[in-house]
């Protein structure tokens, strides 16, 4: 038996270099890979953004050669048959081409009519995929007409019609809610289980990875380790720590303490009502608040990748905003006894018969980050739109920066900021230029545009990009960019729609750690997220189903709300499925 033949996945010493138009040479987006997966098993590539993992799928996929190296997939040479193993393999991509206006039934044909299905295998493969994706009831259903996570379902039914040998995922649960993305990792997990599918997708979570046999990081186009899960997390081998913020202080504001000693700290995140945090090795003991203790904590997968890419120097420059920012004291004191930013009464809005928001009531202190929560379809999305006055209510009141919804829309819109889920900037401008066109917008003129800018692309890192054109930025600066446009006029109150979609850990400590620092200033933010690790960073969060609203508090009430005792402790993520379950098995009642 040769070597590398037990392997599904075997690339060696792997290297893929694009033109580059600027300098008319090659940039390296991958360089001396070597990743292997094996038979039947599930494999994980994760890493920040630009790291080099959607090159690699497309690769191993066949789309594309490397320029060096050696790669073979399931005992093929990729580079001189990939036809033959496009014939054997199915690839599903960040952004799956359904056909919206095709009912999932049209999708599934269509999909078997291009990969030549033969039409008496058919009747019992499409039973099975619609099964196992609880997808039978809408099988005449546009797919335009589904909900996020219901998309991602069909796209993976699309892809396993003709049954891959090996099935490539390239980010497979962006943006979908953690019920649907579990659903998902069920299916997944028993096509290994049951048909010893192999598996190799690239992830921003961290959880999903642990599930793997095998987790690859890359960073900048290399592998920086690879092995078990517990082989990765045992770079932070006794290095963890956990700690609860001072009673009424909320999480985001220790770990920002603790993120801006970098002298002791690699990493820390907010995780059940507490911080956890990874102590640098050899380094002096952090600075902690008095009267908050530390205790260790296990290792998790996350906690290794953290050490891992920190000690090739990325995440640097979380601090960077804290000094931009108002003291927490003095804001909240500012902030006191006033007025709500925003308040919800009984809010509603149809779409036909279709009633996406059902009553909601809540209300926003200035500088309160508050999440908007939910499953796909849950009407957050509408209820944002409605707030940010994209959207006329059907029914009842929204008053936002002291603005009647209903009669002073445009007015309010002056006094916000909202960035989109999807990167809405213009591509073939350059950083500049979009500052430029987007302050133009919001009404700033002369020097005072020309002050604005040279604050938003100090603050937000973007000045040794200043010159790129948007399209060629790597996502977590496009998120940069959105979010410096949003600033630029110093809006009361920040709308973000998904901020971190798709995002790896890495970025998502950064970008809370520079919302934290505007909150501490007295901006409002409202934020929605699949994330729920991220509903720790806020004040208060709402969780909608269906249109109607189940829980409003503090991440701690909505945990006790789900179940949470202190023997008992749970994660936001175990809350909200929790809850959302508890409520869709009462409405079935």
Same mark, same amino acid.
């Given at each position: 038996m040769s070597?590398?033949?037990?392997l599904?996945v075997d690339a060696?010493?792997i290297g893929k270099?694009?033109?580059? %138009?600027?300098t008319r ?14 038979h039947?098993?599930l494999t994980?590539l ?8 959607t ?8 789309l ?8 073979r997939?399931l $005992?093929?040479?990729v580079?001189r048959?990939?036809q033959a193993?496009?014939?054997?393999i ?10 919206e206006?095709?009912?999932?039934q049209?999708?599934?044909? *269509?999909y078997?009519? *291009?990969h ?8 019992e493969?499409?039973a099975? *995929?619609l099964?196992?994706?609880d997808?039978a009831r809408?099988?005449?259903r546009?797919? =335009?007409?589904?909900? =996020?996570g ?5 796209? &993976?039914?699309?892809?396993l ?15 979908v809610?953690p019920l ?8 997944v997990q028993q096509?290994?289980?049951?048909q ?8 921003s979570?961290?959880d999903e990875?642990a599930? @793997? /046999?095998?987790v690859?990081v890359?960073?900048? $186009?290399?592998? &920086?380790a690879?092995g078990?899960p ?5 770079h932070a081998r006794g290095?963890c720590r ?8 909320p999480a985001?504001r220790?770990?920002a303490r ?5 002298a002791?700290v690699?990493?820390a ?5 507490r911080?956890r945090?990874?102590l640098?090795a050899? #380094?002096s003991?952090?600075q902690?608040? %008095?009267?908050?203790a530390?205790?260790?904590?296990? !290792?998790?997968? !996350?906690?290794g990748?953290m050490v891992?890419?920190r000690?090739?120097g990325?995440?640097?420059?979380y601090a #960077?905003t804290a000094?931009?920012? /108002?003291?927490? $004291?003095?804001?909240?004191?500012? =902030? ?8 919800v009464h009984?809010?509603v809005?149809r ?8 009553r ?7 500088g309160e980050v508050?999440?908007?929560l939910g ?13 940010c006055g994209?959207?006329a209510?059907s ?8 603005l009647?919804?209903?009669s002073?829309?445009?007015? /309010?819109?002056?006094?916000?900021g909202y960035?989109a889920?999807k990167?809405s900037l213009?591509a073939n ?7 430029r066109?987007?302050g133009g917008?919001?009404g700033?003129?002369?020097?005072r ?6 604050a938003?692309?100090?603050?937000f ?23 410096a ?19 790896d ?10 919302i934290?620092?505007?909150?501490a ?6 934020v929605?997220t699949?994330?729920?690790?991220e509903?720790?960073y @806020?004040?208060?969060v709402?969780?909608?189903d #269906? ?5 409003l508090?503090?991440p701690a009430?909505v ?6 005792t202190?023997?008992?402790?749970l994660?936001m ?7 959302? !379950?508890r /409520?869709r ?5």
């Open positions: 070597a590398g033949s037990g599904a060696r010493a270099r694009f033109a580059d %138009p600027a040479q090659g940039a390296a987006a991958l360089a001396g890979v070597d990743v292997q997966a094996a039947g098993a994980a994760v890493g920040p953004d630009g790291a080099g993992k090159t690699f799928l497309r690769l191993v996929a066949g594309m050669r490397p320029s060096e190296g050696s790669l997939v $005992g093929l040479d580079a048959q990939p193993v496009q014939d054997r199915g690839y599903m991509p960040q952004r799956f081409g359904l056909y206006d095709l009912s999932v049209e999708n599934l044909d *269509l078997a009519d *291009l030549g299905v033969p039409r008496p295998a058919r009747r493969r499409f099975q *995929l099964e196992m994706t997808l809408f099988a005449a546009p797919a =335009g007409k589904l909900s =996020g219901m998309k991602q379902k069909l796209g &993976l039914a699309c892809t019609v003709r049954s891959p040998e090996l099935l490539l995922l390239d980010e497979p649960t962006v943006g809610d649907s993305r579990r659903e998902l990792w069920e299916i096509l290994v289980a049951a010893r599918l192999t598996v190799l997708l690239a992830t979570y961290m990875a599930r @793997c /046999a095998q690859h890359l960073h900048e $186009g290399r592998v &920086l690879g078990s517990a082989a990765i997390a045992a290095l956990e700690a609860e913020p001072p009673p009424g202080e985001r220790l770990q603790l993120l801006d000693d970098g002791a690699v990493d995140v907010p995780h059940g009502g911080v945090f990874i640098r050899a #380094a003991a952090p902690l608040p %008095p009267g908050v530390q205790q260790p904590v296990p !290792e998790r997968l !996350e906690d990748f891992l890419l000690a090739r990325s995440g640097g420059g #960077a000094a931009q920012a /108002a003291p927490d $004291g003095a804001a909240r004191a500012a =902030g006191a006894g006033e007025a709500p930013v925003i308040e009984d809010l809005r779409f036909g018969n279709f009633v996406a928001v059902d909601t009531t809540f209300s926003v202190r200035r508050f999440g908007l499953p796909n379809g849950a009407g957050k999305t509408t209820t944002f739109r409605m707030l994209l959207l209510p029914g009842g009141q929204a008053r936002v920066a002291g009647d919804l209903r002073a829309r445009s007015q /309010a819109r002056g006094r916000i960035v889920q990167f213009y401008l350059t950083v500049r230029e979009n500052l066109f987007f917008a919001y700033l003129r002369g020097a545009l020309a002050q604005r800018m040279q938003v692309l100090a603050q890192d973007l000045a040794g990009h200043a010159a790129r054109p948007a399209g060629q930025l790597p996502g977590g600066v496009k998120q940069r960019l959105a979010m446009a949003g600033l630029l006029h110093e809006p009361e109150i920040l709308f973000l729609d998904e901020p971190t979609s798709g995002a850990p890495l970025a998502r400590r950064g970008f809370w750690r520079r934290t620092a505007l909150a200033a007295g901006t409002t933010v409202v929605t699949h994330f729920m690790e509903a720790e @806020c004040d208060r709402v969780i909608q #269906a249109g109607r609203l189940l829980a508090g503090t009430q945990r006790a709300q789900a179940g949470e202190p023997q008992r402790r994660d993520e175990r809350a909200f499925i929790g809850i959302v !379950e /409520a098995a009462e409405a079935r009642r």
